[in-house]
């Protein structure tokens, strides 16, 4: 053995040594670990007595059913179907135990429902946000809005209500005068269910063609030959359409 490490450089016997040190402390310290702490079963034993000991809160969405069913079958078939009611009425444990004299919570002011509908640009593109501070100002949402239905009283007017930042980047592009339906077609649904019934979008190189190819007699677009510019793609595979790049 010392011939053996005589013949290693001397940084590879000092890491060998720190290796050894290392898997000794390691047996070390698990020969002083408790043998229950080293059972599985021991574990989830302990786990959930620590957890069926706690107090319970929330009551579930079964014992809101029980009582409140008309209400249930309102938010059910509207927007806020995969909300649980202690979302925004809190842990109703007690309530359910005692209705008479524990009355849930229940968000009436203008701080509540922000937290979800606030304009946050991170969010997907459909999903209704407001500015709070210019969206009906003062009044609380709940004197507009079921809460348990919240469809609004009327469907957005124009693209940019849920779209803002597409036409503010479309407005300053070459595509600036061209409204949002010369290239989509909206069904009146997408204005209520966005991400159910969507916009439609050209699906082919043709529709693009109508401005932009050499055959176009349409003054001012960029013109391109359709039969050899890319003739495996779609157009807006390559250029955004909103910003679309001029060279």
């Known amino acids: 053995m010392r011939r053996f490490l005589g013949k290693l450089p001397d940084p590879i016997i000092r890491l060998l040594v720190l290796v050894i040190i290392a898997a000794a402390g390691m047996v070390a310290v698990y020969s002083k670990i ?51 009611c202690e979302t925004c009425h809190g842990p109703g444990q007690a309530h359910a135990e005692n209705p008479v004299d524990v009355k849930p919570t229940a968000p009436r002011d203008r701080r509540f429902c922000p937290t979800c509908h606030a304009y946050d640009p991170a969010r997907p593109m459909g999903f209704p946000q407001i500015n709070p501070i210019t969206h009906n100002p003062v009044q609380p949402c709940i004197a507009c809005h079921n ?53 439609s979008k050209p699906s082919d190189r ?31 595979q390559c250029h955004y359409p909103h910003m679309p790049e001029v060279k």
């Open 147 to 199: 809460p348990h239905d919240p469809k609004p009283k009327q469907v957005p007017g124009a693209c940019s209500a849920c779209h803002a930042e597409i036409e503010n980047m479309k407005a300053i592009s070459p595509h600036a005068l061209l409204a949002c339906t010369t290239c989509h077609v909206t069904p009146d649904e997408h204005k209520v269910t966005p991400r159910v019934v969507r916009a």
């Open 34 to 84: 408790p043998p229950g702490y080293k059972d599985p079963t021991f574990q989830i034993v302990a786990a959930t007595t620590r957890e069926k000991a706690k107090p319970i809160h929330y009551a579930g969405a079964l014992a809101c059913v029980a009582c409140h069913a008309e209400e249930n079958e309102l938010k059910h078939s509207g927007y806020h179907r995969d909300i649980s």
């Open 206 to 236: 043709e529709f693009c063609g109508q401005c932009h190819s050499t055959a176009s007699k349409v003054v001012g677009p960029p013109k391109i030959d359709l039969d050899s510019h890319e003739p495996k793609y779609i157009c807006w």
